[in-house]
């Protein structure tokens, strides 16, 4: 590897510009402003903020970014494009708008293919050599840190390496403190991207700073990603989470660790005494996803829900002795956990293991543990998995430990009737009645829905939140159906899991049953129960 | 790269085993029946099933695949574990049941790292070598294909290279055809695995057949499988989608796609003149995700739905103009489509091929193409899918052909009332009443059952089975529900597809709705109605 851990390395953050191209995703001013502080609490060096001038949004962006952000590691940059051919950088109202959004970075994306400089920008190598130079220059001399973003350069490089490698020096000569190069299409893998990343270190010389773009087309961007560290590059660009277009950009977070863990490369910059770096990744990943609404990918590396989530029953006696046998870092390194998953083939060690990481020491309670994972097998036999409703399995765990779980409310009865008066198109109507017993009265309550869940969901809630008010900020956000041994049809058990959440934090359950709607009703319920219990609720 | 293109490469599916080791995946041997069809149509070289003895839900798959499987490319794998220490193979129940499962290939996970030799297992180095020497040379002499599966074999080698090659060598000179070098904790980079692999190949000699398994925690499985293809592994292991325990395994698809369209390795088995191979990748994995009731994430490389979808932005004309510019490798290689807006995969070509496939000649007839077209992708675009019902694609075909789909009855509404009297533990009981017209007559029926879907289905086949006896031998043989948009919780659309058999054949439905019961309401009436159509019944 050629990159001594002394390179001043630069880690260059693109979920807001390139990120948001995802299909789906829709940031606005303010989540951009929210997501940006995070990433630099991350200790990435650039983050890119938008492409002001052209997209009316990002010059807002720049804008209130200036009055609003004060970053202590990042520094803010602009995306745009060289100047039009046959035109100059300074006449040109694209260039100039880089220049008013005060972004102290540049980046400008610049042709490296001369089939797409012929053939999209219908122009000729020289002049796009000629634009590369002006528009460079131009930005230096505002006082801009410009780096080129050397559009489509593997391909290019490919096809003719001698124009993609003269564009490349044309951005340096013209003053660019950093060329990165592109794999636009996302179709390199690693060999690829580390012998054209070393032919194009020799050109540049030593000094030159080369950068790596990469995107996920052919499953390979963090490979490529580290394929053009080894090979000489010390700037990274990525997304969060690898949002971006088609299969996304190189997903920054296992970047920035596969850098510091397996390479040893202090990329991230940490402020000392404060939050942030390597360890407040899972965080930082979560809570952009919160700001983005796109769910987090439960597989992805070192941040995801399931990246330390062990299975193996088996293995879990092993893995509770010597963790790092079983692990390829510590969790605690990214900010994650282990966590030991509830399958059927629990043996007591892992149910030990669940129990402590729900705050609940069974290590001493022999008798108790036997109790709880006879009941965990005897459920998981009978169609319940725990593995994805730990709520329902601390339920479990607080029967076992009080002798019954917290009694909020008595059930009498429930009834739901779906109806559909006509043929074909002709909508149904669902409705639910739900008679308990709750603050010492008895509480009838009428719900509407769309199906039959959905109005039992209702008609519930309406009947507790008078005792319980603090069910007015439940939102069920998840509901998955399976049918199990469906060789019976409609006569198989089915399992419902439901999440829901209180605002702050969310929780899954679990319910089985002959019937949809029974599997439905104990999901639900023990979804309020342990809801109640979590906000320190007393049963009334 | 030393591997020449006419190696006889092995492509090794594990889904069925490893990739079943996900959180929140938990398959039945149905499933799994229904998925190595699939598997093998795509032409994988091997499909590894489960673990025969150890899980008893594996052992009654190995039985019924024998008899109800028979695949044209694949060669069935069962997993197992080398014999106890201090015993014999012969005499170890374990060993004994991979014998028994007649699985012609056993694939035998063996520890290939001191450190898990010593501290999980608890025998010398010695004897673990034994025990990998003795288990395979017992299942050679019993007829077996032996694959070893080399655990942790990384860290090993990292740790102790002496140890690690010693225990390869040792398979190999027992009889194994393979040892597969296993990335257990899915930690490596593409780098490591490569300097690993070279000197592993160095040690065996250029004969001996080398295998990858790589897990994606580092988030390099692809990239990891591709470097040690480059230094001389010949077989790939992977599950479909990536599915596996923590971060996944690498994706077998991806794998492939990347092996035959970036190395020209032609690594699929495809049968002449029979459906299967590359081009079929992105339905066989949307097919597989129906059955394992797990989201496909659209950023899948090659498959997801994103994988090929530009936001029409600056690029869109370019695009249109020279795709070529602006893609990896053409969609099609894959099975997939470009998309330039929301929209859905469903292209003429697949509708045109499609009704080839149901005997209904749409080549000559553009206007009518045109119309299906339009009618699937409003309907995908509704959540309606007809990759897995096909019945219910053909019922669309024929009313775009007839004008009208056959009317075997007319409903003039249902009702169904599921209610429970009582708390927690009580049965709920569900009826359904049907009012329809057939025949001439107004029939009125109500069914019980113990859910409202399977009350709503007795209730049916009980008021059109007096006027149409055919229906008595219909049976209801799947049903699976799925929520789509799952963020708006019980508010979302529910898909239903249930499959029905005749006891000669089984056709599939597909129904939606804001309602699981409209949704399964539309799939079981559509089911009866193609199943009478099938068996040539008039409507009265």
């Known amino acids: 590897m050629s990159v001594p851990a002394s390179t001043p390395f630069q880690v260059y953050d693109t979920t807001l510009r390139d990120g948001a191209q995802q299909e789906g995703m829709n940031l606005s001013v303010s989540d951009k402003l929210a997501i940006a502080p995070l990433l630099d609490e991350l200790g990435v060096g650039f983050i890119e903020g938008g492409w002001p001038g052209a997209v009316p949004k990002d010059t807002e962006f720049f804008k209130r970014a200036a009055k609003e952000l004060d970053f202590r590691n990042a520094e803010l940059a602009a995306f745009g494009s060289t100047r039009k051919a046959g035109t100059r950088a300074v006449d040109d109202p694209q260039v100039r708008a880089l220049v008013d959004s005060e972004a102290p970075v540049v980046a400008l994306v610049a042709k490296h293919d001369l089939r797409h400089v012929e053939r999209a920008l219908r122009t000729t190598g020289d002049e796009n050599i000629a634009m590369i130079a002006d528009t460079v220059a131009f930005l230096v001399r505002e006082g801009r840190r410009v780096v080129v973003d050397a559009e489509h350069f593997f391909d290019g490089y490919r096809f003719d390496p001698a124009y993609s490698r003269a564009a490349v020096l044309a951005?340096?000569?013209?003053?660019?403190?950093?060329?990165?190069?592109?794999?636009?299409?996302?179709?390199?893998?690693?060999?690829?991207?580390?012998?054209?990343?070393?032919?194009?270190?020799?050109?540049?010389?030593?000094?030159?700073?080369?950068?790596?773009?990469?995107?996920?087309?052919?499953?390979?961007?963090?490979?490529?990603?580290?394929?053009?560290?080894?090979?000489?590059?010390?700037?990274?660009?990525?997304?969060?989470?690898?949002?971006?277009?088609?299969?996304?950009?190189?997903?920054?977070?296992?970047?920035?660790?596969?850098?510091?863990?397996?390479?040893?490369?202090?990329?991230?910059?940490?402020?000392?005494?404060?939050?942030?770096?390597?360890?407040?990744?899972?965080?930082?990943?979560?809570?952009?996803?919160?700001?983005?609404?796109?769910?987090?990918?439960?597989?992805?590396?070192?941040?995801?829900?399931?990246?330390?989530?062990?299975?193996?029953?088996?293995?879990?006696?092993?893995?509770?002795?010597?963790?790092?046998?079983?692990?390829?870092?510590?969790?605690?390194?990214?900010?994650?956990?282990?966590?030991?998953?509830?399958?059927?083939?629990?043996?007591?060690?892992?149910?030990?293991?669940?129990?402590?990481?729900?705050?609940?020491?069974?290590?001493?309670?022999?008798?108790?543990?036997?109790?709880?994972?006879?009941?965990?097998?005897?459920?998981?036999?009978?169609?319940?998995?725990?593995?994805?409703?730990?709520?329902?399995?601390?339920?479990?765990?607080?029967?076992?430990?009080?002798?019954?779980?917290?009694?909020?409310?008595?059930?009498?009865?429930?009834?739901?009737?779906?109806?559909?008066?006509?043929?074909?198109?002709?909508?149904?109507?669902?409705?639910?009645?739900?008679?308990?017993?709750?603050?010492?009265?008895?509480?009838?309550?009428?719900?509407?829905?769309?199906?039959?869940?959905?109005?039992?969901?209702?008609?519930?809630?309406?009947a507790l939140v008078t005792v319980y008010p603090e069910l007015e900020s439940f939102e069920l956000i998840d509901f998955k159906v399976r049918i199990l041994d469906s060789m019976h049809g409609t006569d198989a058990i089915t399992r419902v899991l439901i999440e829901m959440t209180d605002g702050q934090r969310s929780w899954s359950t679990v319910g089985v049953g002959p019937n949809l709607l029974e599997a439905s009703w104990e999901a639900l319920t023990d979804s309020a129960i342990w809801g109640l219990r979590h906000r320190g609720v007393t049963p009334l």
Not at 180 to 209: F, K, Q, S, Y
Not at 310 to 325: E, N
Not at 344 to 371: T, V, Y
């Open 171 to 462: 951005g340096f000569e013209a003053g660019a403190e950093v060329v990165a190069l592109c794999d636009t299409n996302g179709g390199m893998v690693p060999t690829w991207v580390a012998d054209i990343v070393h032919e194009i270190r020799g050109a540049v010389g030593p000094d030159a700073v080369l950068g790596i773009h990469a995107h996920n087309d052919s499953g390979c961007a963090i490979a490529n990603t580290l394929a053009a560290v080894e090979a000489g590059c010390t700037h990274v660009q990525g997304t969060v989470n690898g949002y971006g277009e088609r299969t996304g950009n190189a997903d920054l977070l296992s970047v920035v660790a596969n850098l510091q863990l397996k390479y040893g490369l202090p990329v991230l910059k940490v402020s000392e005494g404060l939050p942030g770096g390597l360890t407040e990744l899972t965080r930082i990943a979560h809570a952009i996803s919160e700001i983005t609404n796109i769910s987090p990918f439960a597989r992805s590396p070192y941040v995801g829900a399931s990246a330390f989530a062990h299975k193996a029953g088996l293995h879990a006696s092993a893995i509770r002795v010597d963790p790092d046998l079983y692990q390829h870092t510590d969790p605690a390194n990214v900010g994650n956990d282990m966590r030991m998953l509830i399958s059927d083939m629990a043996g007591r060690a892992s149910i030990e293991l669940k129990g402590r990481e729900l705050g609940f020491d069974l290590a001493g309670r022999p008798e108790l543990l036997g109790r709880v994972t006879d009941r965990v097998k005897d459920a998981e036999a009978n169609g319940y998995t725990y593995e994805a409703a730990d709520a329902s399995f601390e339920l479990l765990l607080l029967e076992e430990i009080d002798g019954q779980r917290p009694q909020f409310f008595r059930v009498e009865s429930w009834r739901t009737i779906v109806e559909r008066s006509g043929g074909r198109g002709t909508p149904a109507t669902a409705e639910a009645t739900v008679k308990l017993h709750a603050g010492g009265e008895r509480i009838v309550s009428t719900g509407e829905g769309n199906g039959p869940v959905n109005a039992l969901d209702h008609a519930l809630r309406q």
